[in-house]
């Protein structure tokens, strides 16, 4: 009987295959790429063709000579790596480092079934040099960008420092949003909404519905005061409503495509709260395979590092039978949903879903780990759903106009109110195409809203308005899943490389969360700057894109590969040759704390240590002052005295552009409140009572404080005693 030697990369992979393909075969696993550059030089000949100079990395010493073992007791041998250009790479490093000879030993499938195994194993192929000549152009690129940038970071910012030729870019995109968030200066802005019924009386609140003020004779207006809102109030008040336009139609709701890489980090972000880096190691998992009591090592979806929404048409039969069979025909589409792929995609490989809809997340849920079970289900309901029917509501958009009052002079108020009633669920009965940090609190027209029967010439009555004082947001931080998302918007960085940009810039101490946010540190600011000044080109988002545009055509074996470093090196270096002759020690940022030296009375600064974050006087060596960063008084400075009436947070304090004061929740962004005026703990009681949500200036007296509301039509005033007696 001929034996077999199947090698792969990681131990799980080999123990899930070797189930499949039983007696006659040895799976064994390389434990990833066997071979690397030489860590301690450049390790590439820049002057005969860039030529790399691999050598076997000395961990996997041994596990080469366990593998040259193992090829002697076998008769064929088969590299099993992943079907992508690094996995392509590792194999080619194995055939050379085992002296593997030139021959049909390459097999690859796209999941890890007893099916698709054994196709594999019938099927093999020579290895494609295209796809290892463009993982070796971007690891030889990799190289030269690191080895040659990185010393002079060390020199001039901070040891230790370093470069990366997509990280720096993914960096810059991570300061930019930071700055603009800093530098944002809200603009006020008022709400007006009305509570109309088709009842003079209505019965219970449910017949009374909101409307919201968006024209003054069918222009668009916009409210940038409180004065101009009490005029239009006043105006409504005394007005008589009138539909003028309802306009009834059906929309449909389209499914969400079965997931990409991307997507699936996106959404696992959103949903499951998972980091990027986190939902790509639990999905590796769930390809390579994971103990199942009873049946041990099983793999559950497919390869998880792919830019198609494609999907094979054997399963897109299985999935429209499951529909049919456990949720009715009526869920099952007449022809299968067919999804495009980006233009710029590989399409290599099929989208991300479940191996066999028989094996269903319920059935899982004791068997694998939360984690793991949460990603699968999540995979297993956006693949599902995306073949069944849409989802479908009945839609009235309704313009109302207010007028026939004197005040308004013959001028007509618009209002508007959309509803959106279910008519049927079709794949939302299983998944929700929303991610929840997508969600628009303000916007009306997303939620489902049933409202009264109207037709055009009815008479509504008002029951009640409100307006709000409100302020313009700024742009929010990165998340993973923003960050992921505009990654892949601008070309930077490919489906298998997403996760390990936001690991390295986080690990390099160049960005940290808050919360789910991604905040890039003043070390991150001080190189990124950097870089921007000094190798330009690297930073340049269309730069970066066009480069990765490049490497693939390697990959479609239109261009060769040395013949895209022989393009940029030059100028790589000259960059170099003039940042290292130019400038001194750059200044990173300190990030001031509210804690005062008690040695010499200076305001104390965070810096980073070997042992993390901690408080230094800004005066060393003079003062050699420290403390522990964890100590109370180490946050931004924050108006002790004050505390949002809108949410109960601490105020804090901030410069507009113009310098002028003005003070903001420091729970922003959840929270929006923002002040010119120091404010007090709630807002005005009279003026609350009429529906206004007006601030209570907040100043010191001799004897305590007192609280004054700023609306000029009001005049109440608190006043409190030392102690809080009023």
């Not at 916009?222 to 059906?250: C, L, M, P, W, Y």
């Not at 997403?498 to 003043?522: L, W």
Request: charge should be positive.
């Amino acid at each position: 009987m001929t034996k077999s030697l199947v090698i792969v990369e990681s131990p799980s992979k080999a123990k899930t295959i070797q189930k499949y393909l039983g007696q006659g075969y040895t799976v064994l696993a390389s434990g990833g790429h066997v071979c690397d550059l030489p860590q301690k030089t450049l390790g590439i000949d820049v002057e005969h063709g860039f030529e790399p100079e691999y050598e076997i990395n000395p961990e996997k010493k041994e596990t080469i000579r366990r593998l040259k073992s193992a090829l002697k007791q076998n008769d064929v041998v088969y590299l099993a790596t992943d079907p992508d250009r690094e996995g392509e790479a590792i194999s080619w490093h194995l055939k050379n480092c085992l002296e593997i000879p030139d021959g049909k030993n390459r097999i690859v499938f796209n999941e890890i079934s007893k099916k698709a195994v054994n196709n594999a194993i019938e099927n093999p192929r020579e290895l494609d040099m295209n796809l290892v000549n463009s993982q070796q152009a971007r690891r030889v690129l990799d190289r030269l960008v690191g080895y040659k940038i990185s010393p002079i970071l060390g020199k001039r910012i901070k040891k230790g420092s370093s470069a990366g030729r997509v990280q720096s870019a993914a960096l810059e995109m991570v300061v930019n949003r930071e700055r603009e968030i800093r530098n944002f200066v809200p603009e006020e802005y008022w709400t007006i909404n009305a509570f109309l019924s088709k009842e003079q009386n209505p019965k219970s609140k449910k017949d009374v519905f909101k409307c919201t003020f968006v024209d003054i004779n069918g222009k668009k207006w916009k409210i940038h005061n409180q004065h101009d809102a009490e005029k239009i109030i006043n105006a409504t008040k005394g007005a008589k409503f009138t539909v003028d336009s309802a306009k009834r139609a059906v929309a449909k709701n389209r499914p969400a495509p079965p997931f990409t890489t991307s997507t699936l980090q996106q959404d696992a972000s959103a949903k499951l709260s998972l980091t990027a880096p986190q939902t790509m190691q639990i999905a590796q998992q769930l390809y390579e395979g994971v103990e199942i009591a009873g049946e041990g090592a099983t793999a559950l979806v497919t390869y998880i590092r792919t830019d198609s929404v494609r999907i094979s048409p054997e399963m897109q039969a299985n999935a429209i039978n499951y529909i049919k069979t456990h949720y009715g025909e009526k869920y099952a589409p007449e022809k299968p949903n067919f999804y495009k792929t980006k233009s710029d995609a590989q399409d290599a490989h099929e989208a991300i879903r479940p191996i066999s809809l028989d094996r269903t997340p319920e059935s899982l849920q004791n068997k694998i780990n939360r984690n793991q079970y949460r990603l699968y289900k999540l995979i297993y309901e956006r693949f599902l759903a995306s073949q069944m029917v849409d989802a479908v509501y009945n839609t009235l958009n309704v313009h109302i106009t207010a007028d026939d009052n004197p005040v308004l002079n013959g001028a007509k108020l618009g209002y508007k109110v959309t509803g959106r009633a279910l008519v049927f669920d079709g794949f939302t009965k299983i998944y929700n195409n929303v991610p929840l940090e997508d969600k628009n609190d303000d916007d009306d027209d997303a939620t489902e809203k049933t409202l009264p029967d109207m037709q055009e010439g009815d008479v509504m009555y008002l029951q009640d308005t409100k307006h709000e004082q409100k302020f313009t947001k700024p742009p929010q931080r990165y998340t993973d899943a923003t960050l992921v998302k505009t990654m892949e918007e601008n070309g930077i960085g490919r489906p298998s490389t997403y996760a390990s940009i936001i690991s390295v810039i986080a690990k390099r101490t160049y960005t940290e969360k808050d919360g789910k946010a991604i905040v890039p540190t003043p070390l991150g600011e001080a190189v990124c700057d950097f870089m921007v000044k000094n190798f330009p080109p690297i930073m340049d988002l269309k730069f970066t894109a066009n480069m990765e545009s490049e490497l693939d055509k390697v990959e479609e074996g239109g261009v060769e590969w040395q013949a895209i470093i022989e393009k940029f090196y030059p100028e790589l270096m000259t960059l170099v040759k003039r940042a290292n002759s130019s400038g001194g020690k750059v200044h990173i940022a300190s990030e001031e704390s509210d804690v005062i030296c008690e040695k010499c009375g200076a305001r104390m600064v965070v810096r980073d240590g070997k042992n993390g974050k901690f408080l230094a006087c800004p005066n060393y060596p003079a003062c050699k002052n420290t403390k522990p960063y964890s100590e109370p008084g180490a946050a931004p400075s924050i108006e002790q005295e004050a505390v949002c009436p809108k949410c109960g947070k601490p105020v804090v304090k901030k410069k507009s552009k113009k310098g002028k004061t003005f003070y903001g929740c420091s729970g922003y962004p959840e929270c929006d409140f923002v002040s010119w005026d120091l404010p007090a703990p709630y807002f005005c009681p009279e003026c609350k009572e009429k529906g206004i949500e007006s601030v209570m200036k907040m100043t010191k007296t001799k004897s305590g404080r007192k609280y004054t509301c700023t609306n000029k039509d009001c005049n109440h005033t608190e006043v409190f005693k030392d102690g809080g007696e009023q």
